[in-house]
């Protein structure tokens, strides 16, 4: 049988989207900035060393961010379209088997799901941030999830189609999913080198991960619910650092460079097929802030990799953002670039109420290329 694969690869992806890729609102509304333009509040989520961006003067004593959540979803490459168009192409079949055109067109819509992907993600997170002009720490604890589904199109399957004798199918549709939950805890301290302030930021953590690899075949005996609801997966625990730097070039320019999941870490798939990686992330980045405004960019120096045995999911972004503020509100903007084009390209906008400047109300989206993101976050400033 033919058809069940793709009723199957339909339900993995759907069965994925309540999840996608952790985002700050504030990060997310300035483009996914944050390497030199995070507060204090939320750098323990993105550069541990602007822990130290606080002044006793204007700030308040401690803060907590409670709950931090974002949620993405892309089907840049039209997958969904096409499993559409292939049961659309099979309905189409005469009882008798479907006339040449007819099997023409079923292997043509079987053919046109290679080199398409679907990918998904959720997150949340929580902060208490306790600075001081002496020495700054948080605590971060976060949950990522992300997904990413696609077709592993065998060519003997359209050919077999085209012939009319309707073969086994040796196609696959493949969910690979990673869940992470990290907790750490950020210290930052700022140090006089020659004439300048730097600051410096660690934040050792452990790591639970998860890995899913799903991949149905075409068999009707296959059990989809039982394969995603068994919790038949792998998991692990690790031990990883981030690091971080900053300083202030004049009074208006800051830089920042950050480097996250420094010690690494590799996660086999109970499939044995697929291989979940965490390499080390190294990223730059430069914000202007005078006034109302803040104007930041950042940029990936290397490319993330996420399953080592595909390259769809691969990213290396550079984001520009921009914030203009009043006493109690936030306005912000600003456009993200996947320079490996596996994502597409997204303009973000998002703004902040801060009310009394004690509550903290932030929300902000993105969209672009049948992509979409979205984030929220409550934080209370004592």
């Known amino acids: 049988m033919i058809k069940p694969l793709f009723i199957t690869c339909a339900a993995l992806f759907l069965t994925s989207m309540a999840t996608s890729q952790s985002y700050s609102p504030r990060e997310l509304g300035m483009g996914g900035t944050s390497v030199a333009s995070a507060d204090y509040l939320t750098a323990g989520f993105s550069n541990p060393a602007l822990l130290t961006n606080y002044s006793a003067d204007t700030d308040e004593d401690w803060g907590i961010v409670v709950p931090n959540v974002g949620l993405s979803l892309s089907d840049r490459n039209n997958l969904m379209d096409a499993i559409d168009e292939f049961n659309t192409a099979f309905d189409s079949l005469s009882g008798g088997g479907g006339t040449l055109v007819e099997l023409g067109n079923l292997a043509d819509s079987l053919n046109a799901l290679s080199d398409k992907h679907f990918s998904v993600g959720a997150g949340s997170g929580l902060t208490v941030a306790i600075p001081t002009d002496s020495f700054n720490a948080a605590l971060v604890i976060s949950t990522t999830v992300e997904a990413n589904g696609f077709m592993n199109v065998d060519p003997g399957d359209a050919a077999g189609i085209i012939d009319g004798t309707f073969p086994g ?26 004439e300048r302030t730097y600051s410096f930021g660690i934040t050792p953590k452990i790591q639970n991960v998860e890995v899913l690899d799903v991949v149905a075949a075409a068999d009707n005996s296959l059990d989809l619910d039982g394969e995603i609801d068994s919790g038949d ?42 291989n979940y990686e965490m390499t080390p992330a190294l990223s730059a980045g430069v914000a202007y802030a005078k006034g109302a405004i803040t104007l930041a960019a950042d940029l990936d120096l290397t490319s993330t990799t996420r399953f080592q045995e595909i390259t769809s999911d691969d990213s290396q972004f550079l984001r520009l953002g921009a914030e203009t503020s009043w006493k109690w509100a936030q306005l912000r903007a600003g456009y993200i670039i ?4 596996n994502y597409a390209n997204m303009a973000t906008a998002g703004f902040g109420f801060s009310p009394f400047g004690v509550m903290h ?16 976050a409550l934080s209370f400033t004592f």
Do not use: P, Q
């Not at 869940?179 to 301290?189: H, P």
């Not at 792998?234 to 690091?243: K, L, M, Q, R, Y």
């Open 338 to 341: 996947d320079l490996e084009d």
């Open 233 to 274: 997966r792998f998991a692990d625990d690790n031990f990883n650092i981030d690091i971080g730097a900053a300083t202030m070039i004049d009074d208006n320019v800051r830089l920042g460079m950050t480097a996250r999941n420094l010690m690494g870490g590799t996660f086999s798939g109970l499939s044995g097929l697929y």
């Open 169 to 194: 199918l040796n196609s696959e549709a493949v969910l690979l999913a990673s869940f992470r939950t990290e907790i750490g805890l950020a210290m930052a301290k700022e140090f006089e080198i020659g």
């Open 361 to 376: 109300l932030d929300f902000s989206g993105a969209v672009g290329e049948n992509s979409y993101a979205a984030a929220f």
